[in-house]
């Protein structure tokens, strides 16, 4: 299995700051990674696809980069609606398809 | 745009049989090259990817859960179908249905989820 790292687990941020959140695959996945975005109670929501493309709807403060096995999500300006846990996930058609462990994002 | 609804059995015993169905709106499932994944959530925990099925009836499925995972696609009733035999305490989770729009295994659309309780 292809095993996916985040970092960190958690943090804590104030509304305007820039976050990064780190993913790691345990061998090269290419440009097969995609970010969500989970609220309490609600399903996740796709955010970027293949590393670095933002899904229709997003706001262009989130964006993606990364190749082989670092990735990275950034979000430039902290919205208070941009508190919730962040996933990534490995695409690269090898299964089992696997998530990371989440990065819980929270208002400091 | 896509829309899915989960429906099933909110509490199932242990050894039975687990059986959701997903209700597509919006579109057809016949329509394009759609994928109907399931993917589940322990509360309080990440996301496991259980298994995708196109509308042909192929599937592929997550290696640790074959041996106990089937799904089907109903096309006259525009829905989809999990069903996880042989079920422990560790089944129990939100289980998403989800639509990938193409093979690549994204995740575009999801299901409002639907919580499962595996006990006697």
């Known amino acids: 299995d292809i095993q996916m790292t985040q970092s960190p687990s958690s943090l804590s941020a104030s509304v305007g700051d820039r976050v990064t959140i780190t993913c790691r695959a345990s061998?090269?996945?290419?440009?097969?990674l995609n970010w969500y975005q989970q609220k309490p109670g609600k399903a996740p929501k796709l955010l970027i696809y293949?590393?670095?493309n933002l899904q229709s709807g997003v706001p262009s403060r989130f964006s993606g980069s990364g190749f082989g096995t670092e990735f990275t999500l950034a979000i430039s300006s902290l919205q208070p609606e941009d508190f919730a846990t962040y996933y990534c996930q490995q695409s690269y058609n090898t299964l089992p398809i696997t998530f990371g462990q989440g990065t819980r994002l929270d208002i400091k | 745009q896509v829309q899915l609804q989960e429906s099933g059995p909110r509490l199932v015993k242990p050894s039975q049989t687990l059986s959701l169905t997903c209700n597509v709106s919006g579109d057809s499932i016949n329509s394009g090259s759609y994928y109907w994944s399931w993917i589940r959530q322990p509360a309080g925990k990440g996301l496991e990817w259980i298994g995708r099925?196109?509308?042909?009836?192929?599937?592929n499925y997550n290696p640790s859960l074959k041996s106990r995972v089937s799904m089907s696609v109903d096309t006259s009733k525009n829905q989809f179908s999990l069903n996880l035999i042989s079920v422990t305490a560790a089944d129990s989770a939100v289980y998403y249905c989800v639509c990938g729009v193409a093979w690549n295994y994204i995740f575009d659309f999801w299901g409002q989820g639907t919580l499962v309780i595996v006990s006697s």
């Open positions: 061998q090269s996945i290419s440009s097969y």
């Open positions: 099925i196109h509308k042909s009836g192929s599937t």
């Open positions: 293949s590393a670095s």
